[in-house]
């Protein structure tokens, strides 16, 4: 076996948390009896997940709200022990020495801010350096680098309430990085977000993992941002994984329908195809759904174009949310 | 030492910081330095009619009674001032604000003590310590450098321990999520039993204020030292150490209260 000279950022062994929550009866009668007799029930928030994260790498955590993506970043992040398996970040635990990892981590959770909400943003950034002990010099060069990609010097003498929620944003990802951290935990970056945000964001995160090998974990629901990011994606559903593989991977593996819609010049349209399905039709357009294994565009084009004279057509690549979707649906209904 | 010094240096930019946020809403600081120091004057002012239309209370002049009051306000001042964050523990629980805090290479009860500094607490402040240098004078209070240290040891103390018991009564929301009201219960307390002599209770309240919950050495002990005034309890030393002692042994309690529950935290989550 190949001996790796650097051991993994990450390296998950069968993970997990449980949580002890109260099962609660409903109704006035429903309380009362809660008080006395509240049936304690334990719920796997994340159930034995194992996984490895190299240095370089942008993984992206997808899955349903409550899939146990908050809770699997908290643990390694320190905030939460595990409560079975273990996690190591760079070969130490998080629960032992929180203190030591913490300051190669940069933690930006999307719906809260840490920045000093009254202060012009850069009295944040200055308390921020002394926390982490950053020196002076180290310190402008990071910041002229953040300047260049966030535009971070347009808005460091704002007080933190009057920046938009982009600025903000922009803020807490440069506070973030302000120690040069080897590793970034993003929790829901984009989210409320315009697309010109999410675009510098997303570029943001692409050079500094160019630049410094940063890696990057990011939790998202937005599959835009995944899909310009990630190399990797780790699905998430009911505190299991159920995919850990590339984008690409992923799309080809369950092998979603592609759509082809095409304008004819009638409305009295008589369309079939063993390997096609007609979807709908709407005066002179009809949308039809195949798969690429099964049979190709152009075959199916061809086909149409023998009954019909064709004006228009376009054709509308897989979705990744459907793809995303289908995935969440199978772990529901299993296949016997 | 390294590991102190830059805790030390940390503590006062916190310190710069709260005091720049403190500065950008002036009238928020004007409005409480015009109500704060009325609820306590007129809390004065009846004690004062109480005492001339009835009788001295307890064996406590007026004036005597000024500087037991004044004293008690003062470290209730300070205690405003360094504690406030632990009033909202069951708020930065539920809004997570700890787990801001746990992904910063720093111990997690320093940044929580140096997280904020309430200023408005000065308005408390203020009133206490005009009454308290008025019951000096009219007292005949002598300001010998024994008398000033051991004024200073028990602002200490009794400072120490109303945060102390902010502390432990806050920590409670990292088991129970919901602590607010008790705050405010032990606000009332504090008023009841800090700005009267503890002798107008009954002996079962003054010995549970003694030994179990020690409030009666926030201002009643070091007052009755003072004034050679008798409580019935006996005391070996100095009540003004007691006070410096009680107050920071409870302080050290509060720590590992929150420690442990710091730990649940952990085990969790909000």
Not at chain 2, 58 to 78: K, V
Not at chain 2, 97 to 109: Q, T, W
Request: proline share 3%; hydrophobic share 45%; charged share 20%.
């Amino acid at each position: 076996m190949e001996q790796k000279t650097t051991p993994p950022v990450i390296k998950a062994v069968n993970l997990s948390k449980e949580f002890i929550t109260k099962k609660k009866e409903s109704g006035i009668k429903g309380a009362v009896k809660n008080l006395f007799f509240a049936k304690n029930t334990v719920k796997k928030a994340v159930d034995g997940i194992s996984f490895e994260v190299q240095r370089g790498e942008i993984v992206g955590f997808i899955g349903p709200n409550g899939a146990g993506k908050s809770t699997t970043i908290k643990m390694m992040c320190g905030i939460l022990n595990p409560s079975g398996g273990e996690v190591w970040i760079n070969g130490l635990s998080p629960k032992k020495d929180r203190q030591v990892i913490v300051k190669d981590l940069g933690v930006v959770f999307g719906q809260r801010s840490q920045l000093y909400w009254d202060l012009r943003l850069g009295e944040s950034f200055e308390l921020l350096r002394r926390i982490y002990e950053v020196d002076k010099a180290k310190y402008d060069a990071t910041m002229e680098d953040l300047d260049r990609i966030l535009n971070i010097n347009d808005i460091i003498n704002t007080p933190v309430r009057q920046l938009s929620l982009g600025q903000r944003m922009r803020g807490d990802l440069a506070a973030a990085m302000l120690h040069s951290p080897a590793l970034l935990f993003l929790d829901e970056p984009t989210i409320g977000l315009d697309v010109e945000v999410k675009y510098s964001i997303c570029k943001f995160i692409k050079e500094i993992n160019k630049k410094y090998q940063t890696t990057v974990i990011l939790t998202t629901h937005d599959l835009d941002d995944v899909q310009a990011l990630c190399d990797r994606i780790i699905i998430i559903n009911d505190g299991k994984i159920v995919s850990d593989s590339s984008l690409e991977d992923i799309i080809d593996k369950t092998s979603p329908e592609r759509q082809l819609i095409v304008d004819l010049y009638t409305d009295d349209i008589q369309l079939e195809h063993p390997r096609a399905e007609v979807v709908k039709i709407e005066g002179q357009r009809v949308t039809l759904k195949f798969r690429k294994t099964e049979i190709s565009a152009s075959e199916l084009i061809s086909y149409i174009s023998k009954q019909y004279a064709i004006r228009d057509l376009s054709l509308v690549e897989t979705d990744i949310d459907d793809v995303i979707r289908q995935i969440y649906k199978q772990q529901r209904e299993p296949v016997v | 030492m390294k590991t102190l010094l830059r805790y030390f240096s940390l503590a006062k930019y916190f310190l710069k910081i709260n005091i720049q946020c403190g500065l950008e809403y002036p009238s928020y600081l004007i409005s409480w330095l015009i109500s704060n120091p009325l609820q306590f004057f007129f809390g004065i002012i009846t004690v004062k009619v109480i005492i001339t239309n009835f009788h001295a209370l307890e064996g406590w002049s007026f004036e005597q009674i000024a500087f037991l009051y004044g004293l008690g306000i003062i470290s209730h001042g300070l205690s405003v001032v360094f504690f406030i964050q632990t009033w909202y523990i069951d708020y930065m629980i539920t809004d997570g604000e700890f787990d801001r805090l746990m992904v910063r290479p720093l111990n997690v009860f320093f940044q929580f003590c140096f997280k904020d500094f309430n200023f408005v607490g000065i308005t408390d402040m203020l009133p206490g310590l005009v009454i308290f240098i008025y019951g000096c004078i009219a007292s005949g209070f002598s300001f010998t450098v024994i008398n000033i240290i051991k004024i200073l040891l028990v602002i200490i103390g009794a400072t120490a321990l109303r945060g102390a018991i902010y502390t432990i009564s806050g920590s409670l929301a990292f088991w129970t999520k919901r602590s607010g009201i008790l705050t405010s219960v032990y606000l009332t307390l504090f008023t009841y039993t800090t700005q009267y002599p503890v002798s107008i209770f009954p002996r079962l309240i003054q010995d549970l204020l003694t030994f179990i919950l020690p409030l009666a050495f926030i201002s009643y002990f070091p007052s009755s030292e003072f004034f050679g005034i008798d409580t019935g309890y006996r005391f070996m030393g100095s009540l003004s150490v007691w006070t410096f002692g009680v107050g920071i042994a409870f302080y050290l309690l509060s720590m590992t209260v929150f420690k442990i529950g710091l730990r649940r935290y952990e085990s969790c989550g909000s």
